[in-house]
């Protein structure tokens, strides 16, 4: 199924209903195949080292159909995609007419030991490169580097992570901050939990971390057409895009808007008497006096 607009800047995505996966995403004149694997690395790992070993564990089976509802409207369309194996994983996605981005709200609750990250599987060709805020702004570059260990491939994302090529950039933007790596062409993981409950790494806590509740995370995905040229060294000077930095900005700082009744109010825009925010208002007015 294709969730997506024809007005405003014209995102799009196509979203298979049988595994609940993106596969493709649009923007304007900008495309990009796209899939997603949830994994889950096993490790030595404790409240603040983070040591895999071997290949990650695939938290989804092809066979797998999750539950999956779609909801279409002339400004918002919604789809919410819910699994539950040995953890809970549910994630939705949301597309507004306006926008130029899609939203993903992910809710994971790891039910056994282990890092759980989410694999972003697309057609550009970084060259195992991978670019990360240090600040919110200014951004950094990493190069994948073979000799190191897996570990040494993560770093931190306060909150941007992109990769692009010649002509595009996928660009990832979070709520709060995470752990990426991009291990392989076109690839970008996202750190989303972590739980180890027997494993003490002896760096501070005197035990595992076994207080692990459900854990929400906001991710949001740009693609962007974005021409790039190659420095002589063959590292690249790059900064966040106006619109990336925009979309940012309305994800970090969101506007709460407040309702208050009417019968709360009188004509001349006043509380009433007898509401509680007035009878809270007249309570610290007499503990001043």
């Known amino acids: 199924v294709v969730l997506g607009f024809k007005e405003g800047p014209g995102v799009s995505i196509t979203l298979d209903c049988k595994s609940g996966r993106i596969k493709a995403m649009k923007t304007g004149s900008a495309m990009m195949s796209l899939d997603q694997e949830i994994l889950l690395y096993k490790g030595n790992d404790g409240a603040y080292l983070f040591r895999p070993i071997g290949e990650p564990k695939h938290q989804l089976d092809p066979t797998d159909r999750p539950r999956i509802t779609v909801i279409k409207g002339p400004v918002r369309h919604k789809a919410v995609v819910y699994i539950e194996e040995m953890l809970v994983f549910s994630y939705t996605v949301n597309l507004q007419v306006e926008n130029e981005f899609v939203e993903l709200e992910v809710l994971t609750n790891l039910k056994e030991n282990g890092d759980l990250v989410v694999r972003f599987k697309t ?167």
Do not use: C
């Open 123 to 289: 057609d550009i060709f970084n060259r195992g490169s991978i670019f990360t805020d240090n600040n919110g702004h200014t951004i950094q570059q990493h190069r994948y580097k073979e000799k190191l260990k897996l570990q040494g491939n993560f770093f931190p994302m306060p909150s941007t992570a992109f990769i692009q090529d010649s002509s595009r950039r996928f660009t990832l933007l979070g709520a709060e901050p995470h752990g990426v790596a991009s291990l392989d062409n076109g690839y970008i993981e996202v750190v989303l939990d972590r739980r180890y409950t027997a494993t003490n790494d002896w760096r501070g806590l005197p035990e595992g971390i076994k207080d692990n509740l459900p854990s929400p995370a906001r991710l949001r995905l740009l693609l962007e057409s974005h021409p790039v040229v190659e420095a002589s060294e063959g590292y690249t000077v790059e900064y966040p895009s106006l619109m990336s930095y925009r979309v940012l900005q309305t994800l970090l700082h969101p506007v709460w808007v407040g309702y208050r009744g009417a019968k709360e109010v009188d004509e001349d825009g006043k509380m009433e008497r007898g509401t509680p925010e007035m009878e809270e208002m007249e309570e610290m007015e007499e503990m001043e006096e």
